[in-house]
């Protein structure tokens, strides 16, 4: 199976604890599964459970100068030059992810601009890189992105099985649902999924699907204290709270049905 998720949702929501677990369950289930962190404040690898050892080590591919210089063809530090659109990328998964749990990680990094559009080095080494990830690479691909699809492009879009926002029970989550929603569709990804997150009671469960149609909803995962008690402690939520870890088994086999049809 070679499927390609995006996840993204407004910060705070819990995507990147949904990005984790579903990995894992992936992962514990015999599939080949990278994770790509692809938001400006990864951490995904704390998800996942990687130890302080490991996370240490991690360089973001945005920042490593000397890799996107060579694949550029460009000068560290130097603007308004001459560059190669197209760098090789197909070895850099492999080569620069970390892997631990059976997960292998790979950190995208952000290009801070102080503006959108930028036509850099950084940025066309990362675009280059997801169209990779989501159109070439054997593996499943498990994206952790912001709120947005700036690293997406119509190409990339064609390599992408299902989109999936994160949201909460609030106005504004469903605001960002539903901004993203469009984005999507506006580049060609057909399959866009909502997953609603830190249900407390039946009437967050209403006020969801007031906002959402319930076809375009995977279904709801409860408020947990354990998973906020794991991150203060750097344990992975999957190793945390296995009632979480069954609402999102159902939320995956959901998923799978989805992409199967």
């Known amino acids: 199976m070679k499927m390609k998720i995006a996840i993204t949702g407004k910060g705070g929501v819990g995507k990147t604890t949904f990005a984790a677990i579903i990995s894992r369950i992936y992962v514990s289930e015999g599939y080949?599964?990278?994770?790509?962190?692809?938001?400006p404040d990864p951490n995904l690898a704390l998800a996942l459970g990687f130890p302080p050892e490991i996370t240490s080590e991690i360089v973001p591919i945005s920042e490593m100068k000397n890799l996107v210089a060579e694949r550029t063809n460009s000068t560290p530090g130097a603007?308004?030059?001459?560059f190669k659109l197209n760098p090789k990328v197909d070895d850099i998964p492999e080569r620069y992810c970390k892997e631990y749990n059976g997960v292998k990680l790979l950190t995208m990094g952000t290009v801070d601009?102080?503006?959108?559009?930028c036509i850099c080095p950084e940025n066309v080494l990362l675009k280059t890189l997801t169209s990779h990830l989501f159109l070439q690479n054997k593996d499943i691909v498990i994206m952790d992105m912001e709120a947005g699809i700036e690293h997406l492009g119509r190409g990339t879009a064609q390599g992408v099985d299902v989109f999936i926002v994160v949201v909460e029970p609030g106005i504004r989550?469903?605001?960002?649902?539903?901004?993203?929603?469009?984005?999507?569709?506006?580049?060609?990804?057909?399959?866009?999924?909502?997953?609603?997150?830190?249900?407390?009671?039946?009437?967050?469960?209403?006020?969801?699907?007031?906002?959402?149609?319930?076809?375009?909803?995977?279904?709801?995962?409860?408020?947990?204290?354990?998973?906020?008690?794991?991150?203060?402690?750097?344990?992975?939520?999957?190793?945390?709270?296995?009632?979480?870890?069954e609402e999102i088994k159902k939320i995956k086999e959901k998923l799978d049905a989805v992409i199967n049809n």
């Open 173 to 245: 989550s469903i605001q960002t649902y539903k901004h993203v929603k469009k984005l999507a569709e506006d580049i060609g990804i057909k399959k866009i999924f909502a997953v609603a997150n830190k249900i407390k009671n039946e009437e967050d469960i209403k006020f969801v699907l007031q906002n959402i149609d319930e076809k375009n909803c995977l279904g709801f995962v409860h408020y947990s204290g354990a998973v906020g008690n794991s991150d203060r402690v750097n344990h992975s939520p999957y190793d945390s709270d296995k009632v979480t870890v």
């Open 113 to 117: 601009t102080g503006g959108s559009g």
């Open 32 to 39: 080949k599964v990278l994770a790509v962190d692809a938001d």
């Open 79 to 82: 603007f308004g030059k001459m």
